[in-house]
């Protein structure tokens, strides 16, 4: 039905899509909407009104940036039913999937990178000034969009690309590309949710040990740091469990078909499907979130969106 392991399904005699795959790609189209827009507000919002005042603002930048190319990539999903002699392309075939796959592991590095900067303020504070400054921050933002350039080499050769072959996911990547893909994705996973373990023991023992004894006014200082870098770590976590809720579960199928040699059965692959828009769905999601727990964001989308004048 979708983008990830079916042909593309030719209009019928009369002259339509089947009424699921025109849901579909509704849903799609909603997606990639939802997401520019979205997206294109928080980018607007923090580059010009909150001035990437603190480095967690320039993760949420990049973030945005990427999340609005996976919906733009969702987007472009219909010319590939509407004109599905395009995909006999190897490489227009291979952007069809790799522009989503780049992204995704774009934004998993970068929400990582963002929960190591937390890590570091919340876990060693006298050592966040020495290891992030400006310039370290700025590579860390830049850093996830060049590692994920993994993700592009079936480009370069890692596929199963045949002259004539139909455009399926299932069919253009090896097993071996599969588990591989897999497994960074889920050390990526780990690696952020053990960072978070430390944050969170940090915080607890912060609310339960450590501030009711401030009481000068340096410790005041360092209690309101402290309570700063905790707020913008529980939006970085909400992040980051959503992307994990959304994503892992349709990697969790495709760790399967990497080491099983059983074919997917009818019902596993149409949950699969889904579960690939759920993924996708994620780079809608972000937005909500940071309006939800960023209260300086809210604020200055009310004063945008205000019809009310001073």
């Not at 520019?36 to 603002?57: H, P, R």
């Not at 915080?203 to 401030?214: F, L, V």
Request: hydrophobic residues 45%.
């Amino acid at each position: 039905m979708n983008m990830t392991n079916v042909t593309t399904p030719a209009p019928s005699s009369s002259g339509g899509f089947p009424p699921m795959l025109m849901f579909f790609i509704s849903l799609q189209q909603t997606v990639f909407i939802s997401a520019c827009v979205g997206n294109g507000l928080v980018i607007f919002v923090f580059t010009k009104y909150l001035k990437f005042k603190s480095n967690t603002n320039k993760f949420i930048v990049s973030l945005s940036v990427a999340d609005s190319f996976t919906g733009i990539a969702s987007g472009i999903q219909v010319f590939y039913f509407l004109y599905p002699n395009i995909a006999t392309d190897k490489y227009v075939c291979f952007l069809r999937y790799n522009i989503i796959s780049y992204m995704t592991l774009t934004s998993q590095l970068t929400v990582m990178l963002a929960t190591l900067d937390r890590y570091v303020a919340i876990c060693h504070p006298h050592k966040y000034s020495k290891f992030i400054n400006e310039t370290t921050s700025n590579v860390m933002c830049i850093l996830p969009w060049l590692l994920a350039i993994f993700d592009l080499l079936p480009f370069l050769g890692w596929n199963n690309w045949l002259p004539g072959m139909s455009c399926v996911y299932g069919l253009l990547f090896s097993k071996l590309w599969y588990g591989t893909t897999c497994v960074i994705i889920y050390t990526i996973s780990a690696m952020t949710f053990l960072m978070y373990l430390s944050i969170l023991k940090t915080a607890w023992r912060y609310h339960n040990k450590i501030k009711p004894q401030q009481t000068d006014h340096q410790n005041q200082m360092k209690t309101k740091a402290m309570e700063k870098d905790i707020r913008s770590a529980k939006v970085t976590g909400v992040v980051a469990l959503v992307f994990s809720l959304c994503w892992l579960p349709y990697k969790a199928i495709q760790l399967r078909d990497a080491v099983s040699g059983e074919r997917r059965s009818p019902l596993l692959n149409e949950i699969g499907n889904w579960l690939v828009f759920l993924g996708i769905f994620n780079s809608v999601v972000n937005p909500f979130i940071y309006g939800w727990k960023r209260p300086d964001f809210k604020r200055q989308c009310k004063k945008i969106f205000s019809c009310s004048h001073s």
